[in-house]
């Protein structure tokens, strides 16, 4: 089984509906984090947080919130979906500053 | 400001030969990490090795090594003996101790001649 499990992987929605997207861990690391990939841009930073009364906010994180129910689970949600939202979404997790981020094998979420 | 910076959006090497991808950044501060991820096609980001701003000799996991010149601010992956299964594309990334995050470069893709 996979350390960092996202759900769903693929998914096609319509301008303006909510969506979740869902992450849980078997690591038992306190930091995770949610990133998005567009093409030619690497990987930015949406929200992370280091353990469940902790959220904070990345560098892109208009028109995102997160959820952090457990330890294990960190979820990612469109409120009201756009167009320029679609990309592919990646969940991550970490022990500490000098470890590396283990990441989910990604959302691909396309608005249309 | 761009903390990152590969500059070689492509890259093609032969089969069983070496190659190397580029990465600079852009730090004031001492601590920090560096870190190179492979991206294949289907999607998934896979860790391949780390290198600390301290550590005094470059890092290597099997095929991979890390050419850190620290005084010119560069951490180039080294690829020893390629592969087809390596190409793909590859991440370099840092993370400086006084930031939560980890900067991600754009990306170089590599892709494996037979």
């Known amino acids: 089984d996979a350390d960092v499990t996202q759900t769903p992987r693929n998914r096609i929605t319509k301008t303006g509906k909510r969506i979740m997207l869902e992450c849980s861990q078997t690591k038992g690391h306190d930091r995770m984090y949610w990133y998005r990939q567009d093409p030619g841009l690497g990987l930015q930073l949406i929200y992370y947080?280091?353990?469940?009364?902790?959220?904070n906010k990345g560098e892109i994180s208009d028109g995102y919130s997160v959820s952090r129910q457990a330890q294990a689970k960190f979820s990612l949600s469109l409120e009201s979906a756009i167009p320029n939202q679609t990309a592919l979404y990646f969940c991550a997790t970490s022990e500490g500053f000098n470890q590396p981020q283990h990441f989910g094998d990604g959302t691909r979420l396309s608005i249309l | 400001a761009q903390k990152i910076t590969q500059t070689q959006p492509g890259m093609f090497v032969q089969e069983k030969e070496a190659v190397t991808l580029d990465c600079t950044y852009d730090?004031?501060?001492?601590?920090?990490?560096l870190f190179w991820y492979k991206q294949p096609s289907s999607g998934e980001m896979i860790f391949l090795i780390y290198q600390g701003s301290y550590d005094q000799q470059n890092a290597t996991e099997g095929r991979y090594s890390l050419n850190f010149q620290k005084a010119r601010k560069s951490a180039n992956l080294v690829i020893s003996a390629s592969q087809l299964g390596d190409s793909a594309m590859y991440f370099c990334?840092?993370?400086?101790?006084?930031?939560?995050?980890?900067?991600f470069g754009a990306g170089t893709r590599l892709t494996v001649k037979p």
């Open positions: 730090t004031s501060d001492p601590s920090y990490g």
């Open positions: 990334a840092m993370r400086e101790v006084m930031r939560t995050d980890m900067r």
């Open positions: 947080s280091f353990d469940v009364k902790d959220i």
